[in-house]
């Protein structure tokens, strides 16, 4: 019994502790305007709070008896039970548009902070106890890895395979807490059993069994969490944000630490120096081209890259890890420590000292410059093969070059991205930069360009040392998104005859929409991203020398919409919302368009612009419309002398539509309308998957 409640009380952990992140990850989401940089700061946290529940057991295991370490552990795991943390769908009453970093972390603490520290602790409390246990050391501590490994991978692979595509996100977390209950009382029964365990080891360490503390316990975690994050980042610049985005670099993560650990990734170690050179060269160039390739493909190089760099740098963390039970648990406070740090590297100081995604590349280079200085010097429980004196140094100086070369290449590569450059910031939300481009002609074509997806330009003119913009009427939009014959202008030719049109914008960008608003109109744009709203007004005249009377709101659309009246007030509502190249979703969800509906005249036009490289939208659009008794068309234009294709959707009743075909000629198609609505395709707030809509 007391062996299956210790199997029981460690995998259940494990699952609970990996099933929970990617669930409030997607909780946040829509709080925090769908960014990417949440699952980010999700990380982060936990990171954060692993750390201090490992220093919770080190704590516990190295000043309390045991007796009572049984009593305080079971009690606390009592407490957290009884008072339920946060889990519900509600979120805390913060301000969420500022601070948002600082925000997502109170938020998650105040949700499952005590919860995710018992748990992060208990696997090193169960381990401890029974290490200590003469009855089981010397077969449960083997095993004790094995069975943890397995629940965590349990709980990430099932998450976006089973749980998220069929349960609602109230009843997964419903599910959770009654695991969690049963986790709890499996505790409880495992301390009784060991209680009437007599026989304890001596914990007295002599002399010759000391551990030496190693520095590198927690420069290569750390380099393994920076490389697992910044490769989530890089991921879900372009791609969606989505469960199946952060479980999957997680996975890969988790898997370096079994193969490496279990000894099963002796090739790569044995060929260390050429995959730590394709490792750094293929990051290299993702940073600099990896935007350029299709979904799939981007997705099976950077989980490949991570996979390498990650085996290569635990697998020289196994091969210094301490050789006795006895000294594992600062080996694991030491590991948690260096997650923190990671964490802290990506999160904080990373946006604060690059405007680029340098840490991606960087980190890769400083895992070679690691391999380097621990080239041969291996202490602890596994030995590498000898190498001779000479293979030994030419490795050496192949991973030292190796690194000095990439350290170059990377800053090379860097600045060719940013020589057009002429202002860029970088904060929660992502990169904002500003690039001028001579066209041929010697116009100057100023773009934002949002990561590495453009969403939006203005043309100049150069005179006597001064630039002109180009108007309307000259062609200054020619090449847009919103040129002449796109799905947005057909809808705003639609309203014009409307003396005091009312129009709301989701989505900023350059601020090029306020160049259709007349005299008389009322536009309300709403932007998440405050440097973008600084770029729009100091770097381009859109909003400055447009007709209609416009203003900015800052922060999310969906909580700003929220807190005011639903009065039908919009005769255009156009959502062209992109962080990147990815849509939030939760601007996208039933519930979202029955609050633009609310906040749209009856005779009101919906706007969304899908053009998207990733994901198709219609399908989710098309029920949507359905439900709300109106009707869904789409209108392609692929510009004939260059430019940017663009796809919009509108949406609006059907007598409305009407018109708009007319205008169109045959420039439009209908979205079909299904016999019935199709909940598994409808997004709601509590249930929705970006994974049936990916264009792999």
């Known amino acids: 019994m007391l062996k299956l409640l210790s199997i029981f009380s460690v995998f259940l952990g494990a ?74 769908n ?16 109170v938020a998650l603490w105040q949700k499952v902070g005590l919860l995710f520290l018992l748990l992060a602790a ?3 409390l169960v381990q401890h106890w029974l290490v200590t246990s003469k009855q089981l050391s010397s077969q449960f501590s083997k095993h004790w890895y094995a069975w943890s490994n397995a629940g965590a991978m349990l709980a990430l692979l099932s998450y976006p395979v089973f749980f998220e595509p069929r349960f609602a996100l109230l009843l997964q977390l419903d599910f959770w807490k009654l695991l969690f209950s049963g986790f709890v009382l499996a505790v409880i029964a495992l301390v009784f059993y060991l209680s009437k365990a007599t026989h304890q080891h001596d914990l007295n360490q002599s002399a010759s069994n000391k551990t030496r503390f190693n520095v590198f316990w927690i420069i290569l975690p750390m380099l393994g969490v920076t490389m697992l994050m910044s490769t989530t980042a890089m991921m879900t610049q372009n791609i969606p944000s989505m469960p199946l985005m952060w479980i999957a670099p997680l996975v890969i993560y988790l898997l370096s630490y ?15 120096v050429p995959f730590t050179i394709f490792v750094v060269v293929s990051a290299m160039l993702m940073f600099a081209v990896g935007s350029w390739f299709s979904f799939s493909l981007q997705v099976v190089v950077y989980l ?22 006895l000294g594992i648990s600062s080996f694991y406070l030491c590991i948690s420590f260096g997650g923190l740090l990671g964490g802290i590297v990506v999160t904080i100081l990373a946006p604060l000292l690059f405007t680029e995604t340098l840490e991606y590349p960087l980190v890769f280079i400083l895992l070679a410059s690691c391999l380097c200085v621990l080239q041969g010097k291996q202490v602890g429980k596994w030995q590498a093969p000898k190498l001779s004196n000479t293979r030994l140094n030419l490795q050496r100086f192949v991973l030292a070059s190796l690194a000095v070369v990439a350290l170059f290449g990377t800053f090379y590569l860097n600045q060719l991205q940013l020589r057009y450059e002429v202002a860029a910031e970088r904060n929660f939300y992502g990169k904002v930069s500003i690039r001028d481009i001579e066209l041929d002609n010697g116009d100057i074509e100023r773009r934002i360009v949002d990561g590495s997806t453009v969403h939006g330009w203005q043309r100049f003119k150069k005179s006597t040392g001064k630039m002109r913009p180009i108007s309307f009427d000259e062609g200054g939009l020619d090449g847009l998104y919103y040129q002449q014959g796109t799905g947005i202008e057909l809808a705003f030719r639609q309203i014009k005859h409307l003396p005091h049109a009312n129009i709301a914008v989701i989505g900023l960008g350059a601020g090029v929409l306020s160049s259709f608003g007349k ?38 659309a969906r909580v700003n919409l929220s807190r005011k009246a639903k009065a039908r007030e919009f005769d255009l509502f156009v959502i062209d919302a992109f962080t990147s190249d990815a849509i939030p979703a939760h601007l996208l969800t039933f519930e979202a368009f029955e609050l633009y509906q609310q906040h749209t005249s009856e005779e009101g036009i919906l706007a969304i612009h899908v053009s ?22 789409l209108f392609r234009h692929l510009p004939e002398n260059g430019g940017l294709a663009s796809d919009w959707v509108l949406v609006a009743p059907s007598n409305k539509l009407a ?17 019935g609505l199709d909940e598994e395709v409808i997004w709601r707030d509590q249930h929705h998957s970006l994974f049936s809509l990916l264009k792999i």
């Open 612 to 633: 998207n490289s990733h994901l198709d939208l219609t399908r989710v659009i098309q029920q949507h419309a359905q439900a709300l008794s109106l009707e869904a068309l």
């Open 659 to 675: 018109m708009l075909k007319q205008l169109s000629g045959l420039g439009y198609l209908a979205l079909n309308q299904q016999s």
């Open 304 to 325: 490949t890259i991570l996979l390498l760099g990650c085996v290569l740098c635990h697998g020289k963390l196994a091969e210094i890890a301490p050789d006795n039970s």
């Open 122 to 124: 208990n696997g090193v």
């Open 15 to 88: 699952f609970l502790s990996f099933q929970i992140q990617p669930m409030l990850g997607k909780l946040m989401l829509p709080h925090f305007g769908g960014a990417a940089s949440v699952w980010l700061a999700s990380m982060m946290f936990f990171q954060s709070v692993l750390f201090l529940g490992y220093l919770y057991a080190y704590g516990l295991t190295k000043m309390v008896k045991q007796r009572r370490q049984w009593l305080i552990h079971s009690s606390m795991l009592v407490v957290a039970l009884l008072t339920g943390g946060g889990l519900d």
């Open 258 to 272: 079994i193969l490496t650990f279990a000894k099963s990734a002796r090739l790569l170690n044995e060929y260390q």
């Open 90 to 105: 509600q979120m805390p009453l913060i301000d969420t548009a500022s601070a948002p970093l600082v925000n997502v972390v």
């Open 519 to 556: 005299a008389g109109d009322n536009m309300t744009f709403f932007e998440l991203n405050p440097n973008v709203i600084d770029f729009a007004h100091s770097h381009f005249s859109y909003l400055a020398d447009s007709q209609a009377d416009v203003s900015v709101i800052p922060g999310d």
